[in-house]
């Protein structure tokens, strides 16, 4: 598992890095420049063409001339006076002035012309190739001097806005002195706006309070769930309160278009943004009488300080920044200052993240986590802290820029919807949740909390894919080209995830009713079986586990057609291939299509159900779990015996419709069999009225008769008629009401004792003699 986790985190590192430098690239477009030289062939051409074209920047192309490429040199060659040359005359390169016709035209020679000496110009060096490992050297090393340049801009950016600050808020005085106010009546203006504001909402509060009282308060009782919305509605009607008191306070006093009213609504809407923060933190971390809040995570007060603290910080460089920009600050300071602001969000982010990093691992993972939520919670602290600092980079890769401000509202944007949508899909899950086990409690396991089920699936992916959907729409306009496909596997992860959560929901569905249907039965120890009630199944349970399991064997297999499909893999010929796959593994193994077909047919035909006693021949037990191929039996002993339904030839039921149990006990011989008649009647009507056992007699217990007569015994045999289930518990209830009965109305069970009896009186003579002790004889000793 940890190898898993190592893995994982090392690709998601990887992605960030990726995404990191394709956004380095956008920051700086310098355009790429590429000369083509004269004897390049089209193939070279089109490769250098190809490999630029892939950095996503504007290309320059060049085509250099023979005078500019190559520089020739010229090595006189004299010939010897007198000597004749038959080498022919040199052609030299044409000129810039010289007409191709004029070059090709002989020249006129109405005398020889002395041989003049002959210059040979040397051939121009070919010119060195680029190779694709020079050209990706090149590209790597100018992102990295653009990723410095882009980096010292934003930092000296940061620096020179601390320095600049003084003489921005100089310059805001200015303009409240020339409007004829100065920083006084602002702060007149401001404070009396959210005096009023806070009275009307104290108010408020205080009157609902009056109407709520006697009843039980929220945090009395109730779920987490419930009390936290209730405190959310009473936040969000405060909120409003506040919001137009101090509007109409500032209205009402302010001139409009001045600083002062100006500063006023920048200082009431940092207000009112750090109370919605107050408010979401009231509600995910806020705990009630009973210590319970509503993410179920450890120091539930320390997360609250921490969220209204990033609150506070944002409202206020939020703010800070559009009252700045609206007083005319130069963009430079602006985007300065907010750099940072956005530094100090970035370390109480990183702060939160790895101070809290078990308590998120641990929220998020939950109680009975599945295998991709425990991997998912392992990894939700570092992809939080991994995020932050990748878009606390950007902020300052684009500090300076023209579109800085954009790009600052894009990494905002992202960080709020990566910190929403795990609480978001985690209160969707356990709302939902609860919901169902609620619905199971009041109603029962049915069609009702199966669909709750499969609607919390749902519900979390809807979440997870619209966040996705989110942070590609907020993304794909800063990127283009290659840096594209920084989002673009967003949209494939989105098609792939639909694919999965719908596949997953159905497959929940079908799971969660079939359960409801048919719960799978539980196994009994020895010496246990008889304790529970046994009841009857239905075919329907016995037929519900290969429905289900073939129900879930067809959603898993359209379910991964559909995602091959999104991954762009055709799926026609796969389904030609299994199809081929399966007539041969029909004809290849006979004794498979005999069993799965014999299974039909005694599934169809009800021959036995689950929790029923068979006997196939050689073997017999319980049934207990019904394949496609072989039904399981439990024997009583123990051992479990799996069956091949093509083995099959007969079967035998011992638990359907009724069963009558017989069973013996030996009297004296003397014993009165009328007697003992009598006495079972009475035994067996008095279990019939008994509330245990009377329900599930058919025919009462009786005496059937005499059924044999030994030397010192008579044998009589007893029965009764009951419903399958328990009968062996009715028998020995049976048989101890008969023994108590018998020996209290005098009859004596037999015993294996002999007995030996006279006629007379006395003991006979030869009788005495021989029961007559003689004592023993002295032993001589010598």
């Known amino acids: 598992m940890k190898t898993i986790f190592a893995f994982l985190h090392a690709s998601f590192v990887a992605v960030a890095m990726t995404f990191a430098l394709t956004v380095v690239s956008q920051a700086q477009d310098a355009p790429l420049k590429i000369v083509i030289h004269p004897g390049q062939s089209e193939a070279d051409v089109q490769n250098i063409l190809n490999?630029?074209?892939?950095?996503?920047?504007?290309?320059?192309?060049?085509?250099?001339?023979?005078?500019?490429?190559?520089?020739?040199?010229a090595s006189p060659v004299s010939s010897p006076a007198g000597s004749v040359s038959n080498a022919a005359p040199v052609q030299t390169a044409q000129s810039a002035g010289t007409s191709p016709a004029a070059a090709a035209s002989p020249a006129p020679s109405a005398t020889p012309q002395p041989s003049a000496p002959v210059v040979a110009t040397a051939p121009s060096p070919a010119p060195m190739m680029p190779t694709p490992e020079m050209m990706a050297t090149d590209m790597g090393m100018a992102k990295w001097s653009q990723f410095s340049a882009a980096f010292l801009r934003g930092a000296s950016t940061a620096l020179s806005s601390i320095d600049d600050i003084p003489p921005a808020l100089g310059m805001a005085d200015d303009r409240l002195i020339a409007e004829g106010s100065g920083y006084g009546r602002a702060l007149t203006v401001t404070l009396a706006s959210i005096g009023a504001a806070l009275v009307a909402t104290l108010l408020l509060r205080g009157i609902f309070a009056a109407l709520l009282r006697g009843r039980s308060s929220p945090h009395d009782g109730g779920s987490p769930y419930s009390n936290s919305l209730k405190r959310m509605i009473g936040d969000l009607i405060s909120i409003i309160a506040f919001l137009v008191v101090a509007r109409f306070v500032i209205n009402r006093f302010g001139t409009a278009g001045a600083v002062t009213l100006q500063v006023a609504q920048g200082v009431v809407t940092a207000v009112i943004v750090a109370s919605l923060y107050v408010a979401l933190a009231r509600l995910l971390f806020k705990t009630d009488r009973r210590g319970r809040s509503l993410v179920p995570i450890r120091r539930p007060q320390w997360h609250f300080r921490m969220l209204v603290t990033y609150g506070l910080i944002s409202a206020l460089l939020t703010e800070t920044a559009r009252l700045a920009d609206g007083?005319?600050?130069?963009?430079?300071?602006?985007?300065?200052?907010?750099?940072?602001?956005?530094?100090?969000?970035?370390?109480?982010?990183?702060?939160?993240?790895?101070?809290?990093?078990?308590?998120?691992?641990?929220?998020?993972?939950?109680?009975?986590?599945?295998?991709?939520?425990?991997?998912?919670?392992?990894?939700?602290?570092?992809?939080?802290?991994?995020?932050a600092l990748g878009l606390w980079l950007i902020c300052v890769l684009f500090a300076g820029t023209p579109n800085s401000a954009r790009w600052v509202f894009a990494a905002g944007s992202t960080q709020i919807a990566l910190l929403a949508l795990p609480i978001l899909a985690l209160g969707a899950h356990s709302l939902i949740d609860d919901l169902t086990r609620h619905q199971e409690s009041v109603h029962g396991a049915g069609l009702g909390s199966s669909l709750l089920a499969s609607l919390r699936v749902l519900c979390a992916g809807a979440v997870w894919i619209g966040g996705l959907h989110l942070i590609a729409t907020i993304w794909w306009p800063f990127l283009g080209g290659e840096a594209a496909m920084a989002t673009s596997w967003i949209m494939w992860v989105e098609q792939l995830s639909l694919?999965?959560?719908?596949?997953?929901?159905?497959?929940?569905?079908?799971?969660?009713?079939?359960?409801?249907?048919?719960?799978?039965?539980?196994?009994?120890?020895?010496?246990?079986?008889?304790?529970?009630?046994?009841?009857?199944?239905?075919?329907?349970?016995?037929?519900?586990?290969?429905?289900?399991?073939?129900?879930?064997?067809?959603?898993?297999?359209?379910?991964?057609?559909?995602?091959?499909?999104?991954?762009?893999?055709?799926?026609?010929?796969?389904?030609?291939?299994?199809?081929?796959?399966?007539?041969?593994?029909?004809?290849?193994?006979?004794?498979?299509?005999?069993?799965?077909v014999s299974g039909i047919f005694f599934i169809a035909e009800d021959a036995f159900r689950i929790g029923e006693y068979i006997s196939t021949g050689n073997l017999q037990g319980t049934v207990e779990q019904i394949a496609i191929r072989s039904v399981r039996l439990r024997h009583h002993n123990g051992p479990v015996h799996t069956v091949p339904f093509g083995q099959i030839s007969s079967v035998s039921n011992f638990s359907r419709d009724w069963g009558t149990i017989k069973f013996q006990l030996k009297f004296e011989r003397d014993s009165d069999p009328e007697l003992i008649r009598k006495t079972a009647k009475k035994v067996g009507l008095a279990m019939l009225e008994d509330p245990e056992y009377g329900a599930d007699f058919l025919v009462p217990l009786k005496m059937q008769g005499i059924q044999d007569i030994n030397e010192n015994s008579i044998v009589v045999r007893f029965k009764f008629t009951s419903v399958p289930g328990n009968p062996s518990i009715i028998k020995r209830e049976a048989m101890k009401r008969l023994i108590a009965a018998c020996k209290a109305a005098g009859l004596e069970f037999a015993s294996n004792a002999v007995t030996v009896r006279s006629r007379g009186d006395g003991m006979p003579d030869d009788m005495a003699a021989a029961a007559q002790v003689l004592p023993l004889a002295p032993v001589a000793t010598g």
Do not use: C
Not at 368 to 387: E, K, Q, S
């Open 327 to 387: 007083l005319g600050v130069d963009r430079l300071i602006i985007d300065g200052w907010f750099l940072n602001g956005n530094t100090l969000l970035t370390v109480l982010k990183l702060v939160w993240f790895i101070g809290g990093r078990s308590d998120i691992r641990d929220a998020f993972v939950g109680q009975n986590p599945g295998v991709i939520r425990r991997v998912a919670g392992n990894l939700l602290p570092d992809f939080y802290i991994v995020t």
């Open 499 to 596: 694919a999965i959560v719908i596949s997953w929901a159905v497959a929940s569905f079908i799971w969660r009713y079939s359960e409801a249907l048919a719960p799978s039965p539980a196994v009994m120890l020895p010496g246990h079986e008889d304790q529970n009630e046994k009841k009857q199944t239905s075919r329907l349970s016995t037929a519900m586990p290969v429905v289900r399991n073939l129900a879930l064997g067809g959603v898993l297999a359209v379910g991964a057609l559909i995602i091959l499909g999104s991954l762009g893999i055709n799926v026609a010929p796969l389904l030609a291939g299994f199809g081929v796959l399966g007539l041969a593994l029909s004809f290849g193994s006979q004794a498979l299509v005999k069993d799965v």
């Open 51 to 73: 490999l630029a074209t892939r950095s996503s920047r504007a290309v320059t192309v060049e085509v250099g001339t023979a005078a500019t490429d190559a520089t020739p040199t």
